[in-house]
């Protein structure tokens, strides 16, 4: 990132990415679990600092040691308008972690229903597998999921 980038930061963000041991010139740098900035501000929920990262080119696909990337931590704690953000700023919604599974697997084995029905209107591949074979209907942890899920795929 150059240092006209970092100028466009708020002293807000600019302040977070000190504070986080962030460097504001390498947005892509990874911090703990090989987090990067743009996935800790996601996992928050820090709507403003997670789009002044996206504006500044932060690399919305990174991914961390567990191959999740910012989508992930964005479904885990039910940031909806974050998981609006990532997808249409195109986010990879089939991005499969160490153990294959999608942000839509882990949204169905946890229940979370919202956050599957969020998903579904951004047409996953409902057909990916983990690394036991099991799609994302394999995971549907209550009858509300289940039902979405059997819908989109017909």
């Known amino acids: ?10 002293a807000a963000t600019h302040q977070w990415l000190l504070e986080q041991g962030y460097n504001a010139e390498d947005l892509n740098q990874r911090g703990d679990n090989g987090d990067t900035a743009l996935m800790k501000a996601t996992r928050e929920g820090l709507s ?3 789009k002044e990262l996206i504006a500044a080119g932060a690399d919305i696909n990174a991914t961390n040691n567990d ?9 885990f704690g039910n940031h909806y308008d ?4 990532l997808l249409d ?18 949204g169905a084995s946890a229940g979370k229903t919202e956050v599957v029905r969020l998903l579904l209107q951004y047409n996953p591949n409902m057909n990916l597998q983990n690394l036991d074979d099991y799609k994302a209907i ?14 989109a795929s017909q």
Do not use: P
Request: with cysteine; aromatic share 8%.
């Open 48 to 50: 403003s600092i997670v």
């Open 138 to 151: 394999d995971f549907a942890s209550n009858r509300e999921v289940l039902r979405l899920l059997k819908n």
């Open 67 to 75: 191959h999740n990337n910012a989508l992930w931590f964005a479904c």
């Open 89 to 106: 700023n195109n986010t990879d919604i089939n991005n499969q972690n160490d153990n294959g599974a999608t942000v839509l697997m882990y």
């Open 1 to 10: 990132m150059s240092l006209a980038n970092q100028s466009n930061f708020s």
């Open 82 to 85: 974050l998981i609006n953000l």
